[in-house]
Antibody, heavy 119, light 112 residues
Framework: QVTLRESGPALVKPTQTLTLTCTFS??????????VTWIRQPPGKALEWLARIDWDADKYYSTSLKTRVTISRDTSKNQVVLTMTNMDPVDTATYYC???????????WGQGTLVTVSS | QSALTQPASVSGSPGQSITISCTGT?????????VSWYQHHPGKAPKLMIY???KRPSGISNRFSGSKSGNTASLTISGLQAEDEADYYCCSYSGGGSFHVLFGGGTKLTVL
């Protein structure tokens, strides 16, 4: 059974760095073809893809956020970590991690974690 | 890159069929057969319903079907059921020299 769960702070202050952890089970990020991504959704707005990390450690970032976002993995712990620097109130959103599969679709998602940026 | 365009809401009665559109451009929806659809009940994890425009993951009812014409993809739900009431999002690969995907703004489906 594949599961993913996001964890991290619910509240961060402007200019701080956000660190979110995706802990997954039921698959291995060492398996060829497997990728994990981060996606966010600001309140009332569209989903936005943020970053992706592959089984071979290749990384991809949203063009608009690539200067602020870093994705990393710990395959021994089955975790993927997202860091986002210089947080701003516009970054307030529910952050999801998801496994990417065939056709660049996302077959399993976590339930998401709401991050509010406020002083 | 702008989000894909979906209607904000659609509705239908039990047993009826509805279609949700997802309009992009020739750089994304129109150029790749890599459109997926997600069902999202608030507070729960989004669920993959359709991938590669027309394919259904194992366990997804055949009441859900996908199609594409030009720059517009569509999700059709037939035989509407109360549990289909949810938000639906489309997604398309958009290439551009590196990996990138775009999502739609979401459509709220109400089963009357």
């Amino acid at each position: 059974q594949v599961t993913l769960r996001e964890s991290g702070p619910a509240l961060v202050k402007p200019t701080q760095t956000l660190t979110l952890t995706c802990t997954f089970s039921g698959f291995s990020l060492s398996t060829s073809g497997v990728s994990v991504t981060w996606i966010r959704q600001p309140p009332g707005k569209a989903l936005e893809w943020l970053a992706r990390i592959d089984w071979d450690a290749d990384k991809y970032y949203s063009t608009s956020l690539k200067t602020r976002v870093t994705i990393s993995r710990d395959t021994s712990k089955n975790q993927v970590v997202l860091t986002m620097t210089n947080m701003d109130p516009v970054d307030t959103a529910t952050y999801y991690c998801a496994r990417m599969t065939t056709g660049y679709s996302f077959d399993y998602w976590g339930q998401g974690t709401l991050v509010t940026v406020s002083s | 890159q702008s989000a894909l365009t979906q209607p904000a809401s659609v509705s239908g009665s039990p047993g009826q069929s509805i279609t949700i559109s997802c309009t992009g451009t020739s750089s994304d929806v129109g150029n790749y057969n890599l459109v997926s659809w997600y069902q999202h009940h608030p507070g729960k994890a989004p669920k993959l319903m359709i991938y590669e425009v027309i394919k259904r993951p194992s366990g997804i009812s055949n009441r859900f079907s996908g199609s594409k014409s030009g720059n517009t993809a569509s999700l059709t739900i037939s035989g509407l059921q109360a549990e289909d009431e949810a938000d639906y999002y489309c997604c398309s690969y958009s290439g551009g020299g590196s990996f990138h995907v775009l999502f739609g703004g979401g459509t709220k489906l109400t089963v009357l």
